[in-house]
Nanobody, 120 residues
Framework: QVQLVESGGGLVQAGGSLRLSCAASGRTFSSYAMGWFRQAPGKEREFVAAISWSGNNTYYADSVKGRFTISRDNAKNTVYLQMNSLKPEDTAVYYC?????????????WGQGTQVTVSS
């Protein structure tokens, strides 16, 4: 079992930055690949970024490539999403997820989400 808790969301103006954190419980965090997803009102949840257990491999949605960076600190059981050059269309609830497999069809564990609102 892995429990995930996101933090770092908030209100920011367009062009600004935020860093989301996802803290994981358990001693096997380093065994899990991690992902970030988001869901805007009235829209389906969408993939944002993913990182392998080692941190050596990262993947991004085209919509955030070059603006967002996913990273992890296995010693702190935490994965991060650095979001720069934010746009109003980035407004959503952001969720982190964990799975033994990198880029699975469905992640096994999910956090409760953190709201990100970007004003124009």
């Amino acid at each position: 079992q892995v429990q995930l808790v996101e933090s770092g969301g908030g209100l920011v103006q367009a062009g600004g930055s935020l860093r989301l954190s996802c803290a994981a419980s358990g001693r096997t965090f380093s065994s899990y690949a991690m992902g970030w997803f988001r869901q805007a009102p009235g829209k389906e949840r969408e993939f944002v970024a993913a990182i392998s257990w080692s941190g050596n491999n990262t993947y991004y949605a085209d919509s955030v490539k070059g603006r967002f960076t996913i990273s992890r600190d296995n010693a702190k059981n935490t994965v991060y999403l650095q979001m720069n050059s934010l746009k109003p269309e980035d407004t959503a609830v952001y969720y982190c997820a964990a799975d033994f497999h990198l880029l699975p069809d469905e992640y096994d564990y999910w956090g409760q989400g953190t709201q990100v609102t970007v004003s124009s």
